[in-house]
């Protein structure tokens, strides 16, 4: 599920014009302060004394994952936090905790906010591109007055034991998932990292948000270009 219109895909006559309307935003570092999925699968783990024994005894495959990919690791841990749940019981979990995250002072970038909210009202075509959960992502916006903003996410399913990950929407990812929704060109990209480099190497202006002088070094050196340095709070 993708929030917003992002199907249509134009003729090669409108594919400029669109492309020159498109702005990307990552989520977490650029308009959200934090990892917005890893607080929830804390929060999952703070509500459930269960979760937390499941936890302990997955924690000998973690660590033999660990030297050859953290991922692996963190992927058992997310399945033991969404234990038990279905689509339907997930997305009440996700979306009641996205209504309270939304109410803590200073959790997101009022810098990044603003600027994505002039990014609409100039008629730009925004799309937050994210490593975080779908479901929780859209939430979140929509709780900000942002439900119209599009959302492509990480994605998940149900399995035999509760909800799966199958899609990590990190690094290329995010370049790949925007391709299949017919979104091969953009104009601007807002990100924070070196997972956001590939997102930031196909747009006409690469934005980094409070990139560190090293990180901005090499960024730049991988897209064989200068990028917009922003400091957002």
Request: charged residues 25%.
């Amino acid at each position: 599920m993708v929030t917003g219109d992002l199907s249509t895909a134009p003729d090669a006559s409108g594919a400029d014009d669109r492309a020159s309307r498109i702005v990307l935003f990552d989520f977490d570092g650029v308009l959200f302060q934090g990892d917005s999925f890893s607080m929830f699968m804390r929060y999952r783990y703070q509500r459930s004394w269960l979760r937390k024994l499941l936890a302990l005894l997955v924690m000998p495959w973690c660590l033999l994952c660990l030297p050859f990919s953290r991922w692996w690791a963190a992927r058992a841990l997310v399945h033991v936090a969404l234990c038990g749940l279905g689509q339907q019981r997930y997305r009440l979990a996700a979306e009641d905790f996205a209504d309270q995250l939304v109410r803590r002072p200073r959790q997101f970038h009022r810098d990044g906010l603003q600027a994505l909210r002039r990014h609409v009202a100039d008629g730009d075509e925004v799309i937050v591109v994210t490593g975080c959960e779908q479901v929780l992502a859209a939430r979140l916006l929509s709780q900000l007055g942002l439900a119209e903003v599009g959302v492509i996410g990480s994605q998940l399913k149900p399995g035999w034991s509760g909800m799966r990950v199958t899609v990590h929407n990190v690094g290329r990812r995010k370049v790949q998932s925007l391709a299949a929704h017919g979104v091969k060109a953009w104009r601007v990209a807002y990100g924070d990292s070196m997972y956001d480099v590939a997102m930031l190497k196909q747009a006409r202006e690469a934005v980094l948000v409070n990139g560190t002088p090293k990180l901005c070094k090499r960024v730049e050196k991988i897209l064989g270009r200068s990028v917009t340095r922003v400091a957002w709070f």
